[in-house]
């Protein structure tokens, strides 16, 4: 039997990508494999047979295992409400490891914009751009939720920007509903801490998680929800996603009538 050719390196590249594989963490490659309490002897003086020898202790416990999900929700719940401010919020998050995503992110991805603005926007997850860069909406759904900002009169320092996720999940996959519940605390006191007028969701999973709604973005766009901070009731509308405005661009009409009432609400 003939043995299959090697792949290409194209073919292997097209196989990473595949599999979610779009960007490098480190200049190195590194074994996650392999287990650091162990180290192979030189190939020149290991025995034929091995050696019977006292037992090997174990190894160290790896610093990249994370909470059980229950443990790490009540963490998450812990650390968040205990936040200041968002510079110390954001200072919880570099050293949370309550979230399996960040071991696979490049950087954390806090938010963008000015702290003190009346409108905040809220999207699901960072993506590729967002990763390399450590901030949100920078890529093609960034420009474009630039343009529909600045068709209301305003610009990103007139706003700010975040996101339920502030990792990147590997290869864009959905972030799973633990992953979800682990950072909600977060977003929910950065959301307090910025206090802003007027909340806006950008997409399905981000209005559903903030929005406590079962119903898709089509029922719930262009409708005014009250959103409890716990100290203030703050206005809250939910709009489609710029990246969804681009797959489906005949929907930018509804987007635009949405955002002609977030305009009237900040008059």
Not at 33 to 41: E, S, V
Not at 152 to 168: E, F, H, M, Q, T
Not at 253 to 259: A, I, N, P
Request: include cysteine; glycine fraction near 6%; aromatic fraction near 6%.
């Amino acid at each position: 039997m003939t043995p299959d050719p090697a792949p290409t390196l194209k073919q292997l590249l097209a196989f990473y990508l595949e599999a979610g594989v779009d960007c490098a963490l480190l200049e190195e490659p590194v074994n996650r494999l392999a287990d650091p309490g162990l180290t192979a002897a030189p190939a020149e003086t290991a025995p034929a047979r091995p050696a019977r020898t006292a037992p090997v202790a174990a190894p160290a416990p790896r610093r990249d295992i994370v909470l059980a999900p229950e443990a790490a929700i009540a963490s998450a719940r812990e650390a968040a409400r205990t936040a200041p401010s968002l510079d110390a919020l954001r200072a919880l998050l570099e050293n949370f490891d309550g979230c399996a995503l960040k071991s696979t992110a490049t950087r954390l991805v806090f938010a963008d914009g000015n702290p003190q603005a009346r409108i905040m926007f809220v999207g699901e997850a960072p993506g590729r751009d967002e990763d390399i860069e450590g901030l949100p909406f920078v890529g093609r759904s960034g420009k474009l939720l630039d343009r529909m900002i600045a068709a209301i009169g305003l610009d990103r320092s007139k706003a700010y920007i975040a996101n339920v996720i502030p990792w990147r999940p590997p290869g864009n996959r959905t972030p799973t509903p633990q992953e979800t519940q682990i950072c909600l605390p977060f977003i929910q006191r950065q959301i307090e801490l910025v206090n802003p007028d007027v909340l806006v969701t950008l997409g399905n999973p981000s209005t559903q998680t903030l929005l406590s709604t079962r119903e898709g973005i089509m029922k719930t766009r262009g409708k005014w929800f009250d959103y409890d901070t716990g100290t203030r009731i703050i206005r809250a509308m939910a709009t489609f996603h710029p990246a969804y405005l681009l797959r489906s661009p005949s929907y930018k009409r509804m987007s635009w009538q949405d955002l002609r009432a977030i305009a009237r609400a900040l008059q």
